[in-house]
């Protein structure tokens, strides 16, 4: 698996949107929104295949604060109190790579649980 490296993390906390720029030049910008539904904790995430939480009602959560674990990795602190995933630098990349993906999934996740997102964002 290939080691991407951050040059740069940017919270602009007003959009709620992270901007994650790497070596190989990609950049990407993750809204708040997003990177609290593909938390990479257990309690998002479950223990194994298929024991995920659908994460509802976190259209205006906000990161409050960006803790530096080590050299690999970000602890996301959330304004409703999520704290416990650590998103390494190669997790970080992956989100943004996939990230059309797997909104996509998580809109239609949304759909069929009979819940729909009350606040539109722009992640252009």
Partial sequence: MAHHQPTNLLLHQHSRMLEVSFEDGAQYRLSCEYLRVY???AEVRGH???QGTLQVGKEGVNITDIEAVGNYAVRLIFDDGH???LYTWDYLYLLGKQFES???EYRIALEEAGHHRM???DHA
Avoid: E, H, Q, Y
């Fill in 119 to 121: 606040v539109p964002i």
């Fill in 48 to 50: 194994g295949p298929g």
């Fill in 102 to 104: 797997k909104w996509r």
């Fill in 39 to 41: 938390s990479p904790s």
């Fill in 83 to 85: 704290n416990s995933g």
